[in-house]
Each structure stands twice: as structure tokens, then as C-alpha cells.
T-cell receptor, first 114, second 118 residues
Framework: ETGVTQSPTHLIKTRGQQVTLRCSSQSGHNTVSWYQQALGQGPQFIFQYYREEENGRGNFPPRFSGLQFPNYSSELNVNALELDDSALYLC?????????????FGSGTRLTVV | AQKVTQAQTEISVVEKEDVTLDCVYE???????LFWYKQPPSGELVFLIR??????QNEISGRYSWNFQKSTSSFNFTITASQVVDSAVYFCALHTNAGGTSYGKLTFGQGTILTVHP
């Protein structure tokens, strides 16, 4: 049973650019959630994808978007990067949207916007 | 709105001391789950425990124990005989189904940095 893997591990982008972060979910998990963790803070919910559709979103602007693919992989896209987007981005996979089976988190992608 | 408060920003102890990490939560939902996660320097969140709102039994797992009290909306975590390997950031999190929708999300506290000195 594989866990959740995220790529890349680190990334440096310039303000205004676009970035794509990738996540490979745990086998059998049909739900993926993305979280943003600023330095010294707890993770904040960005959105959740269930069976390839966004079914919930936190307080993040539309320039944060995502995709989920049939093979359980997913992407987080951020357009028009701002300095405040610098953070650790965590992907979490789970089964059927709920907490019953728990969430498996990846190690994250650390994004730095300069 | 959901809220989780971890009042202790940093705790420093010497190995073999017991340490308790506090967590207080707010929610209007009657059904919810509470989690504790450990975040080592590598970044991933390591699952420690999940407790649903209907189960107030305390739990012990090795050196770890958890005290859930609905009356005070608290879910505290105690490490007995701490070890250097316990050094990490610990997060308490509340899981609810937002507004009765089908999806759920975790609301995290700010985290407590635990340092265990040899």
C-alpha cells in the first residue's frame, strides 16, 4: 500500500507566474483535499475533489484551482502568484469524503514566491 | 464557524518528563471528529488519533493518551516519559461537514512546538 506522494518538494517562482503542484493519492482513495500551511501556522483548507469534481472550497480566490484524474492523481494550480502564496502545500487523500478512514497526508511542496 | 485553539505555542521539556498539549475547539455541529497530528521537520502530517463526538472515552496508546471532554470542548494530549524523538509540531484538528454538505474539511489549530531535550 503506497502513501501520498507530492512533487516537486521545493519550488521557487516569481510573483505573477503560474504554478502546478502534483499529488499522487493513496491507492483506493477517491477523495483528495489540498491545504495551505503558511510558516508557523496550521494548515488551511483550500478545496476538496471527489470523483474528479470539486465538491467543497475554503476561503481561497478562484486563481487557486485543481484537477483530479481517474488514476487518483491530482493537481493544484495557482495563477498570478502573490508573495503571500509562499507556503507549504499539503495534499491529503481519503476515502469517500469523510473522516471515517482518516486522511493520509503527503510531505508537501514548499513554494517560495519572490 | 469552526475554530481550534492550541494556547501553547511552544513547550520545552527534558527527556522522561510528562507533557500535556492542550486543545480547545468550537463548533455548532453535533457530529464531528477530532484529530491529533504530528508534523516532523520533513513536513508530512502523521496521524495520531481520531475521536468522534459521541465517544468520550479516554484513550491510551503506549506513551500517548488523550482526554476528550465535551463539557469543556477540550481534547488534550499527554505524552508520558517524553523522548527526544517526540520533538515535533503537534496539531489538533476538528473535522466537520461544512453546513450539512457532503464534503468535510479539517480545521487546524496553530500548532504546538514540542522540544524534548536529552
Amino acid at each position: 500500500e503506497t502513501g501520498v506522494t507530492q512533487s516537486p518538494t521545493h519550488l521557487i517562482k516569481t510573483r505573477g507566474q503560474q504554478v502546478t503542484l502534483r499529488c499522487s493519492s493513496q491507492s483506493g482513495h477517491n477523495t483528495v483535499s489540498w491545504y495551505q500551511q503558511a510558516l508557523g501556522q496550521g494548515p488551511q483548507f483550500i478545496f476538496q475533489y471527489y470523483r474528479e469534481e470539486e465538491n467543497g472550497r475554503g476561503n481561497f480566490p478562484p486563481r487557486f484551482s485543481g484537477l483530479q484524474f481517474p488514476n487518483y492523481s491530482s493537481e493544484l494550480n495557482v495563477n498570478a502568484l502573490e508573495l503571500d502564496d509562499s507556503a507549504l502545500y499539503l495534499c491529503a487523500s481519503s476515502l469517500d469524503q469523510g473522516p471515517g478512514t482518516g486522511y493520509t497526508f503527503g510531505s508537501g511542496t514548499r513554494l517560495t514566491v519572490v | 464557524a469552526q475554530k481550534v485553539t492550541q494556547a501553547q505555542t511552544e513547550i520545552s521539556v527534558v527527556e522522561k518528563e510528562d507533557v500535556t498539549l492542550d486543545c480547545v475547539y468550537e463548533t455548532r455541529d453535533t457530529t464531528y471528529y477530532l484529530f491529533w497530528y504530528k508534523q516532523p521537520p520533513s513536513g508530512e502530517l502523521v496521524f495520531l488519533i481520531r475521536r468522534n463526538s459521541f465517544d468520550e472515552q479516554n484513550e491510551i496508546s503506549g506513551r500517548y493518551s488523550w482526554n476528550f471532554q465535551k463539557s469543556t470542548s477540550s481534547f488534550n494530549f499527554t505524552i508520558t516519559a517524553s523522548q527526544v524523538v517526540d520533538s515535533a509540531v503537534y496539531f489538533c484538528a476538528l473535522h466537520t461537514n461544512a453546513g450539512g454538505t457532503s464534503y468535510g474539511k479539517l480545521t487546524f489549530g496553530q500548532g504546538t512546538i514540542l522540544t524534548v531535550h536529552p
